[in-house]
Each structure stands twice: as C-alpha cells, then as structure tokens.
C-alpha cells in the first residue's frame, strides 16, 4: 500500500483531452469491478475527463485482445487498458487463456502503434486476487494500470 500513498502525494499529470478506453472482463466480476473502479478514479484524479474514458464490457478474459483491437483500431483513443481476473484453477485452462490473452494485448499495441495497457490478473486463487484490488495487501492493479496509461501517454505525445 505504500506506493499508493506516495501516488496519492504527487499525482501524475495526464496529457490535456488524454482519450483512455478500459476494456474490462465481466468474469470473476467481483474483482474487475473492484480494479475498474480504482482504475477510473486515478485516472480522473491524475486529470482525465470522466467523459473522455469509455468503458467496454467483454464477457470473460479471453474476449479482451478483441475488444482491445477495436478500440485501438478505432483510433479514438490514446491508450486502452484492458482489465480482467484469470483465477486458477484445477485444470490447465488458466495456462491457456493467460498465455493467449497477454499475447493478444501485445499483438494489439504493435499492430496499432498504441499502449495498450496489460491490467489483466494471473492469479493461483482468490484470495491473491482480492490482495491486488482495492484495500488488498499489495498495491491496487487498477491504479497501477491507471498509471501505467497515462505514463506511456506522456512518452508517447
């Protein structure tokens, strides 16, 4: 928690009419509703318009790289940041879908020459998943992607 205290101390700046949009999992909701909360308030905190951040619902995890790809392709927006909670479990699906999902964001941000912002947790239960979201015991994800944005917006613009 200790960085977000020093976050909290000196914000950063985002860049004037910064355009960020958040696609986010539905999946394991109560953790990415949590991340997309805490995301959204830095962002308007570090100086983001609410009106200049768009919000997309994808169903699961897998679905993010698309959702990204039309975002980015859009091009709208300075950046996309893309939320989700992959949650293992007993069989090797979370290998699979973590594995194709980090792909696909990076694919995303190459392709379109855009950051596209990797706020996506890989998590062995939930309990490591509740501790990277607000008032977990390890920095919040959300504001941690929040950040991450707005800094590759500053480098790139």
Known sequence: MSSIK???????KAKK???IAIAISQFNSNITDALLTSCKNELIRCGVSSGNI???DVPGAFELPF???????SKKYHAVIALGAIIKGETPHFDFIASAVSHGIMDVSLRYNI???FGV????????????????KRTDKGVEAALAAIKMINFKL
């Open 121 to 136: 947790l890989t998590t062995n239960n939930l309990k490591q998943a509740k501790n990277r979201i607000q008032g977990g």
């Open 54 to 56: 768009k919000v997309t």
């Open 115 to 117: 950051p596209v912002i």
């Open 17 to 19: 009419r910064a355009k």
């Open 6 to 12: 020093t976050n909290l101390q000196s914000p950063i």
């Open 67 to 73: 959702a990204c790809n039309q975002l980015a392709k």
